[in-house]
């Protein structure tokens, strides 16, 4: 059974950072993209970050650019998003999601990061 | 940056038809997938490569993709359909773009 189990979410005053993990089970983590996709408050989903297979390759929302790195550890079966100079604009569930041949067809149960003075 | 564009909501009486459509330019060159999300709960896949069901996905959920439209149909729509509902583009880019959302409400 595939499963994506988010951990690292909290509360952090803007300007602060945060590291964000995903535990990935029951799929060879090596062979997929990953995404992060994150969900503000009442508000539609947003496509934060994905990352190649190897690690070679990775993108990001502009909002995000310059702030945001996402990587991996194949050999752990994890993904990573590190958040630094966060603002109260990224406030918002944080998703991980498996990406398969156009469709993010596993997604994990998501952590909450919240910034506010 | 590329847009998708969904109704706000849409209602729909149990039994019926409900029609989401998600906009967004030369989408008929890019493969849509849609999303169905209830309060509380992550997303979960029930259409990929513009009409495909995943396993497990009721067979009254349907897409297309024609133009500059995807339409994500659910016929005979029950209770447990309401629901957000976003659809998204892929296509060789790597930015991965979601739709607005819709809010499904079964009156």
């Known amino acids: 059974e595939v499963q994506l189990v988010e951990s690292g979410g909290d509360s952090v005053q803007p300007g602060g950072s945060l590291r964000l993990s995903c535990a990935a089970s029951g799929f060879t983590f090596s062979n997929y993209w990953m995404s992060w996709v994150r969900q503000a408050p009442g508000k539609g989903l947003e496509w934060v970050a994905n990352i190649r297979q190897d690690g070679s390759e990775n993108y990001y929302v502009d909002s995000v650019k310059g702030r945001f790195t996402i990587s991996r550890e194949n050999a752990k079966n994890s993904l990573y998003l590190q958040m630094n100079s966060l603002r109260a604009e990224d406030t918002a569930v944080y998703y991980c999601?498996?990406?398969?041949?156009?469709?993010?067809?596993?997604w994990g149960q998501g952590t909450l990061v919240t910034v506010s003075s | 940056s590329y847009e998708l564009t969904q109704p706000p909501s849409v209602s729909v009486s149990p039994g019926q038809t409900a029609t989401i459509t998600c906009s967004g330019d030369?989408?008929?060159?890019?493969?849509a997938c849609w999303y169905q999300q209830k309060p509380g709960q992550s997303p979960l896949l029930v259409i990929y490569?513009?009409?495909k069901r995943p396993s497990g996905i009721p067979e009254r959920f349907s897409g297309s993709n024609s133009g500059t439209t995807a339409t994500l149909t659910i016929s005979g729509t029950q209770a447990m359909d309401e629901a957000d509902y976003y659809c998204q583009a892929w296509d060789t880019s790597t930015a991965r773009v979601f739709g607005t959302g819709t809010k499904v409400t079964v009156l």
């Open positions: 030369n989408l008929k060159y890019k493969y």
């Open positions: 999601a498996r990406e398969h041949t156009a469709m993010a067809d596993f």
């Open positions: 490569r513009d009409n």
